[in-house]
């Protein structure tokens, strides 16, 4: 179905005034209404009909043929009728799980993930795989397996309600090759792969790229925090750290697809024309996992509770400290240029050490001058690892069933 609007904002929380999910009675609509229609039972759960028709401003009789419809395509099911009000019992339509799929991939410096997701967006399949360097034939070998595993769980018939992939990955994956000590080679070889290209002829099905941080602030946007917060600084702590930008409930992807590009921010001015550090060089797990590395630690604990414990939690308290003064840097600087709603932090790692890192950034915060400027809330995210891989899966299922297609690709010159 293809929208013949993009009227709605698909954010918010149901009563917050992100989510307008309004749709139209005129005629030459109702693909349109049909994804008003899902959208509104997406973010606020099972409703019957005169539910649905009160949010979405339909008349109840669009809302039957509508719904009628979308049952008989297997996209929504009838749960069991609500009794004990005066009339006849009303029966909640609910999203049908198995009604539609979405493939989410994400490409990392140090791993990979694929997703399959249901139509309510729940994880049905994870796999993950590690690697010291993402090499592009083994990546796209690996991609390659993990689609004829979808297609032999799923069948002929439910294959086909597979929507397409997003992929989640930095948009240079042969870039900071000296910082990551990169083989040349493997660098040179990412030059030359046009990635969604060659996943696409792997598939058989659209394709969409989007960089990593960015797809996991759609995850956040979509199903986190960002429901109800309409213009927020996203960061993601990963191999390096990363963010995305969200400007009145929709992502923006600037003109070269890298708005939020917070590892890249400067943590000084420049002197005798050396350039001065990016805060990725200091607030990313690659800093920590040096740490435990000098020190003849496991470096993997980077990603476990093992970091708030001896003998590792030393260092994590040292790389916290220098890791949330340049992230409070970032912040006030962001809170400057965009007068935020608030900041979401998210990361690759333990729910604790987030915790830990929040605790850590709230003094660090507290020593900037934030005269003439309105310091944000900073909050955890809600989404975790899985962040990157499932904001890439979502982007195909709100291509093909949001209000608003356009959900995650506005850009600067729009």
């Known amino acids: 179905m293809k929208p013949s609007s993009s009227e709605v904002l698909a954010g918010g929380a149901p009563d917050s005034p992100q989510l307008r999910p309004r749709g139209s009675s005129q005629g030459g609509l109702r693909q349109y209404n049909e994804r008003v229609v899902l959208q509104a039972i997406r973010l606020q759960g099972a409703l019957p009909g005169a539910e649905i028709a009160r949010v979405t401003h339909l008349t109840a009789q669009t809302v039957s043929m509508i719904t009628k419809r979308l ?38 410096r140090r791993s990979m993930d694929v997703l399959l997701i249901d139509f309510t967006g729940a994880v049905r399949d994870r796999w993950s795989s590690d690697y010291t360097f993402p090499e592009p034939g083994a990546v796209l070998a690996e991609i390659g397996q993990r689609l004829d595993d979808i297609r032999r769980r799923l069948g002929p018939d439910r294959h086909e309600r597979v929507q397409g992939i997003g992929i989640a990955a930095p948009l240079s994956l042969g870039g900071w090759r000296d910082l990551l000590g990169m083989p040349p080679a493997v660098a040179e070889a990412w030059d030359g792969t046009d990635l969604r290209a060659e ?9 969409q790229l989007l960089k990593d941080t960015a797809a996991a602030c759609v995850a956040e946007l979509v199903s986190g925090r960002g429901r109800s917060m309409g213009t927020f600084l996203y960061l993601f702590v990963d191999t390096f750290i990363g963010g995305g930008l969200v ?24 002197r005798n024309g050396v350039p001065p550090a990016q805060l990725l060089s ?62 979401i932090v998210d990361g690759n790692f333990s729910r604790e050490l987030l915790a830990a890192l929040l605790h850590q950034l709230a003094p660090a915060l507290a020593r900037y001058n934030w005269e003439g400027v309105t310091r944000p809330p900073v909050l955890a995210g809600t989404i975790g690892s899985d962040a990157r891989a499932l904001g890439g899966a979502l982007m195909p299922l709100y291509a093909n069933f949001a209000p608003d297609r356009d959900l995650f690709l506005k850009i600067a010159v729009e």
């Open 71 to 108: 049952l008989e395509e297997g996209l929504l099911l009838k749960q069991a009728p609500q009794r004990g009000k005066v009339g006849q019992p009303s029966v909640p339509l609910a999203l049908a799980p198995d009604g539609a799929y979405a493939i989410g991939i994400k490409v990392g």
């Open 247 to 270: 400007i009145d409930s929709h992502l923006r992807a600037g003109v070269h697809g890298n708005a939020g590009a917070v590892g890249s921010v400067p943590l000084h001015v420049a």
């Open 282 to 343: 200091v607030a990313s797990l690659l800093a920590l996992e040096r740490r435990y590395v000098a020190a003849g630690l496991d470096a993997s604990a980077v990603g476990d509770a093992r970091a708030l414990q001896a003998p590792w939690l030393g260092h994590t308290s040292a790389w916290l400290d220098e890791a949330c003064a340049a992230i409070a840097l970032s912040v006030n600087s962001a809170a400057c240029l965009l007068d935020l709603d608030g900041v």
């Open 199 to 207: 996943v696409a002829a792997l598939a058989g099905m659209p394709v």
